[in-house]
């Protein structure tokens, strides 16, 4: 630029090169102008979303302006920033501050430029907003059961990290718990824009506009989130229709490659039903331990929903109380109210086999050419069962079938669905049980129609 070589061309990237302002007054017949160096955030504020990889990114600055057209710069190089998704907006004067059109620079990749029209010359507070990925939130629970796993502890806790290229200081931090769905993937769409040559993208500068609307329906959500108490806990929480907010207490900063948990809930005396499934279908020949629960307030939960996570199961055993690892797991989204099944791994202190005692074929027809038109069989099946745990136990044992079937048995059981039944029977401590059943298969024209 001619104002170069007079030292008045300074431009200052935003933190971490993810904001490359440069505010410039366009007099009459004269180029482009600097009128102030940037100076950094005044405030940031992430919420991020769990169910998509997306983050809506708010943040404020203080700008001085020159009387009449100034140029604002924006640039997402080597971040994942949806540009599609970005806007600005005057917080003070903003009846005398508009924003006349957004371009994309000659010759300069990533980047995108604002014109805007103020009738105030000084210190304007402005607020960028825009969606970015590579930030993501988890969460993580501890399960602690006692002795006799009928009560235990759940703790909760958040984890939050972040590869999204850019650096956030000093950020609020707000997790949403719920279920949205995207269209395109916010990374997709920075690549998209990253590739985009730029004469084509001068070609269309309504490309923006367009994908702005995308992004209304969100921004809605965020809008419709205000809220806090004035006296906070850690993570605070409020619910927003099918979404659930959690606000971090306090700020952070947010590096790029940075990570941290932080904790969410604590709840006590939970009902728990530590119970074990045999399905050699989906399991093989082993057992499967699980922990059921519900959350709810008779559970002492029901306050929230559940978001996503990995568990860690540990049980009390022996007279000095000691851990047990059980095993580990992970959960999907829990609304309130909903019950938990915890699958936790085999356990070896339980058998269970099945074994085939006697097998005949009955009722054998013939067509008019002498061919077997139809049969019947019938398989007579012993299940031992043992549990070699110090506690009491309940074995959910499940047999499949095929084709048409009808099962006889002294022993209570449940037809689940068209193809399978289901044995449960609880097993105090060392005990071992035999079930038996007789499974009457019908092939050919012995079928029922």
Same mark, same amino acid.
């Given at each position: 630029m001619a104002s170069n070589a007079a030292g008045m061309n300074i431009q200052r990237r935003f933190a971490g090169a993810l904001l490359a302002a440069v505010l410039l007054a366009v007099p009459a017949a004269q180029g482009r102008i600097n009128v102030t160096g940037l100076p950094g955030r005044s405030t940031v504020q992430l919420t991020i979303y $769990?169910? +998509?990889?997306?983050?809506?990114?708010?943040?404020? !600055?203080?700008?001085?302006?020159?009387?009449? @057209? $100034?140029?604002l710069e924006f640039s997402w190089a080597n971040t994942l920033i949806d540009p599609t998704s970005v806007e600005f907006r005057a917080l003070t004067n903003a009846d005398q501050v508009e924003i006349l059109d957004v371009r994309f620079p000659p010759r300069v990749t990533n980047t995108l430029e604002w014109r805007i029209q103020s009738e105030v010359a000084g210190e304007v507070r402005v607020e960028i907003r825009y969606f970015t990925s590579g930030i993501t939130w988890g969460a993580d629970y501890v399960t602690e059961a006692d002795q006799a796993e009928k009560l235990m502890r759940l703790t909760g806790s958040v984890?939050?990290? $972040?590869?999204?290229?850019?650096?956030?200081?000093? /950020?609020?931090? !707000?997790?949403?718990?719920?279920?949205?769905?995207?269209?395109? !993937?916010? %990374?997709?769409?920075?690549?998209?824009? /990253?590739?985009?040559?730029?004469?084509?993208?001068?070609?269309?500068?309504?490309?923006?506009?367009?994908?702005?609307?995308?992004?209304?329906?969100l921004k809605d959500m965020d809008?419709?989130?205000?809220?806090?108490?004035?006296?906070?806990?850690? @993570?605070?929480?409020?619910?927003?229709?099918?979404?659930?907010?959690?606000? +971090?207490?306090?700020?952070?900063? +947010?590096?790029?490659?940075?990570?941290?948990?932080?904790?969410?809930?604590?709840?006590?005396?939970?009902? +728990?039903? %530590?119970?074990?499934?045999?399905?050699?279908?989906?399991f093989g020949e082993v057992v499967m331990r699980y922990y059921k629960f519900k959350n709810d307030e008779p559970s002492k939960l029901g306050k929230e929903p559940?978001?996503?996570?990995?568990?860690?199961?540990?049980?009390?055993?022996?007279?000095?109380?000691l851990y047990s690892f059980v095993g580990r797991t992970a959960v999907k989204y829990i609304?309130?109210?909903?019950?938990?099944?915890?699958?936790?791994?085999?356990?070896?202190?339980?058998?269970?086999?099945?074994?085939l005692m006697n097998w005949e074929k009955i009722d054998v027809r013939f067509d008019q050419f002498g061919n077997v038109s139809g049969w019947t069989t019938q398989d007579t099946w012993q299940i031992e069962m043992q549990n070699s745990k110090a506690i009491p136990v309940v074995v959910d044992v499940r047999r499949n079938f095929g084709g048409d079937w009808e099962v006889a048995s002294a022993d209570k059981y449940e037809k689940v669905d068209a193809t399978k039944i289901k044995?449960?029977?609880?097993?105090?401590?060392?005990?071992?049980?035999?079930?038996t059943y007789t499974l009457t298969t019908r092939h050919g024209v012995n079928a029922r129609r």
């Open positions: $769990n169910s +998509v990889d997306l983050t809506l990114v708010k943040e404020t !600055r203080v700008l001085t302006f020159a009387k009449g @057209i $100034n140029r984890r939050v990290s $972040n590869h999204s290229g850019e650096d956030y200081e000093n /950020a609020q931090v !707000r997790l949403v718990v719920g279920i949205i769905r995207l269209v395109e !993937r916010i %990374s997709d769409l920075a690549q998209r824009a /990253a590739d985009m040559p730029a004469d084509v993208a001068r070609r269309d500068e309504n490309w923006f506009e367009g994908r702005k609307k995308a992004s209304e329906k809008a419709a989130s205000k809220g806090g108490g004035k006296d906070p806990k850690q @993570i605070q929480k409020e619910g927003l229709s099918e979404f659930f907010l959690y606000t +971090v207490e306090g700020r952070d900063t +947010v590096p790029h490659g940075w990570a941290k948990r932080m904790p969410s809930f604590k709840a006590a005396d939970v009902p +728990v039903t %530590s119970y074990y499934k045999y399905e050699r279908e989906r559940l978001p996503d996570g990995g568990v860690m199961a540990f049980r009390t055993v022996g007279v000095d109380k609304p309130i109210g909903a019950e938990v099944e915890l699958e936790l791994g085999n356990d070896p202190e339980l058998m269970v086999k099945p074994k044995f449960v029977t609880p097993l105090v401590a060392g005990a071992k049980q035999t079930l």
